[in-house]
């Protein structure tokens, strides 16, 4: 089964970007039509879908981040990347990383631990 | 964007008695295709969400066989025949029909 793990800063200021790195392992980003998201969890609240990356590189993204938020792919190192421009306290929550399990459904088999950002001064 | 409510919101249970959470979309999950875009998940403490149900009723690899899941349109409902201890946490339902992508408020489960 696919590992996914994210990492990053824990802690943006306000105004800045949020950037975030997804590494998948045991397996390969580039075979397989899978669809990547990212998506979040306010803290103490429910989840919320940001966006997702096709493997072609095609994305869609949530309008509720008000097109502020950069989803990418990095098939050579096997890395999903997020970027999220002008953050206000209402970015704190937990990222994660999660792919899509293919074929007919759409629907997320393998998940990253989670990573909390918190957006302060 | 398609909003998903669910019922109850939290949901004492005792261990080996049956439990059930309800999941409504404000429109059909059907696909043209003939497929329902309606996935169940668990959150349990501490942990990322697992997948439990996709495609309304299809059981995920490594899900027991306590957990199913039903409905059709807008309805849907996700049961566990007997809870045991381990399925404490929170379950959410998912719309996969149509992007974004909408989650549930989420059914708290815990021991009674």
């Known amino acids: 089964q696919v590992q996914l793990q994210e990492s990053g800063p824990g802690l943006v200021k306000p105004s800045q970007t949020l950037s975030l790195t997804c590494t998948v392992s045991s397996g390969s980003m580039s075979s397989g039509d899978y669809y990547w998201s990212w998506i979040r969890q306010h803290p103490g609240k429910g989840l919320e879908w940001i966006g997702h990356i096709y493997y072609s590189g095609s994305t869609y993204y949530n309008p509720s981040l008000k097109s502020r938020a950069t989803i990418s792919l990095d098939t050579s190192k096997n890395q999903l990347s997020l970027k999220l421009i002008s953050v206000t306290a209402a970015d704190t929550a937990v990222y994660f990383c999660?792919?899509?399990?293919?074929?007919?459904?759409?629907?997320?088999?393998?998940w990253g631990q989670g990573i909390l950002v918190t957006v302060s001064s | 964007d398609i909003v998903m409510t669910q019922s109850p919101l939290s949901l004492p249970v005792t261990p080996g008695e049956p439990a059930s959470i309800s999941c409504r979309s404000s429109?059909?999950?059907?696909?043209?295709?003939?497929?329902?875009?309606l996935d169940w998940y668990l959150q349990k403490p501490g942990q990322s969400p697992q997948l439990l149900i996709y495609?309304?009723?299809d059981r995920a690899s490594g899900v027991p066989d306590r957990f199913s899941g039903s409905g059709s349109g807008t309805n849907f409902t996700l049961k566990i025949s007997r809870v045991e201890a381990e399925d404490v946490g929170i379950y959410y339902c998912?719309?996969?029909?149509?992007?974004?992508?909408?989650f549930g408020p989420g059914t708290r489960v815990d021991i009674k």
């Open positions: 495609l309304g009723s």
């Open positions: 999660a792919r899509d399990q293919g074929g007919n459904s759409i629907a997320f088999d393998s």
């Open positions: 998912m719309q996969a029909l149509q992007t974004p992508l909408t």
């Open positions: 429109q059909s999950l059907l696909h043209s295709n003939g497929y329902t875009y």
